[in-house]
Structures are given as C-alpha cells and as structure tokens.
C-alpha cells in the first residue's frame, strides 16, 4: 500500500479515470465550502451553521470562521496543485481529504459547538468520510492492461 500512496513516480496514475475526477469533485467542494467561510459576511457562521453571533463574542465567531476559511482555502490550493502536478499522488490527496471527518468528530468532542440546528458540515461528515475511504481503496487499485 504503502507504493500506492507514495509511489515511485509520482507524476503517473495507473489507476481508474473515475476516482482522478470524484476525487476533484470533493477538491471542488472543499473550495466552494472554504470560499464561503472566507469571504461571507459572516463566515457562514450564523447564515450556514446557525451559530449565534449577535452578542459581544459574535465579532470573534465570525472572524475565526473567516480564518477556518482561510487555511481550508491554502490546504485545498495545496492539494489541488499536488492533484494535478503529482497524478500518482491522487491516494494521497483522497486520503487527506477523508482525514478531515474524523479530525472535526474529535474537535467537536473536545468542545461542541452550539448552533440552532446542525450544519451542513457535521450531518456530512461521516457519509463523506465513508465515501473517500471507498474512493481511497478504489484508488489503490491498479487499472489492467489489456493483454
């Protein structure tokens, strides 16, 4: 596995077409969801997430939300640049990607965040996460050739 992830050329992909263009769907996805918390007027923090930002803190929310959406925006650019320079990296990317479910589940245990009604982001997270680690295995795999 560990030649699949980190394979010896990173410029090839020997694997399936279909999991190259799902994987830039959900690189699409994290973009348009990173731009929303950059560049909203309040990060999406009240509009999205139903988080409540009119008391003294709300400043502060909506500020961190436009940061969260700052270092998703750099991350994404990141693994777009990587997707397309280093194609043999596409299990790499995808695995990044999937990393991201569990790591919120654990932020969210450590602190919980009080909203009106649960954001998109967490009635997501696990049907994404089980769909990248499907995506991920899938990407592993090496396409036959034709004898």
Same mark, same amino acid.
């Given at each position: 596995?560990?030649?699949?992830? !980190?394979?010896?050329?990173?410029?090839?992909?020997?694997?399936?077409? !279909?999991?190259?263009?799902?994987?830039?769907?959900?690189?699409?996805?994290? /973009?348009?969801?990173?731009? /929303?918390?950059?560049? &909203?007027?309040?990060?999406?923090?009240?509009?999205? &997430?139903?988080?409540?930002?009119?008391?003294?803190?709300?400043?502060?929310?909506?500020?961190? !939300?436009?940061?969260?959406?700052?270092?998703?925006?750099?991350? &994404?650019?990141?693994?777009?640049?990587? !997707?397309?320079?280093?194609?043999?990296?596409?299990?790499?990317?995808?695995?990044s990607l999937s990393?991201?479910?569990?790591?919120? &589940?654990?932020?969210?245990?450590?602190?919980?965040?009080?909203?009106?009604?649960?954001?998109?982001?967490?009635?997501?997270?696990?049907?994404?996460?089980?769909?990248?680690?499907?995506?991920? /295995?899938?990407?592993?795999?090496?396409?036959?050739?034709?004898?």
């Amino acid at each position: 596995m560990r030649n699949s992830v !980190f394979p010896s050329n990173p410029r090839d992909y020997d694997g399936y077409r !279909f999991v190259r263009v799902m994987a830039f769907l959900f690189l699409l996805v994290v /973009i348009v969801r990173s731009g /929303i918390h950059l560049f &909203a007027p309040d990060g999406g923090a009240n509009s999205i &997430a139903g988080v409540e930002i009119s008391g003294p803190d709300g400043n502060n929310v909506v500020a961190l !939300f436009h940061q969260w959406g700052a270092i998703q925006l750099l991350l &994404a650019a990141l693994l777009l640049v990587i !997707f397309f320079v280093y194609k043999g990296l596409t299990p790499l990317v995808i695995l990044s990607l999937s990393l991201d479910a569990p790591l919120r &589940a654990l932020a969210g245990f450590m602190g919980e965040l009080e909203s009106s009604h649960v954001p998109p982001g967490a009635a997501l997270n696990w049907p994404v996460f089980y769909a990248l680690i499907v995506l991920f /295995i899938i990407s592993l795999l090496k396409k036959r050739t034709k004898a």
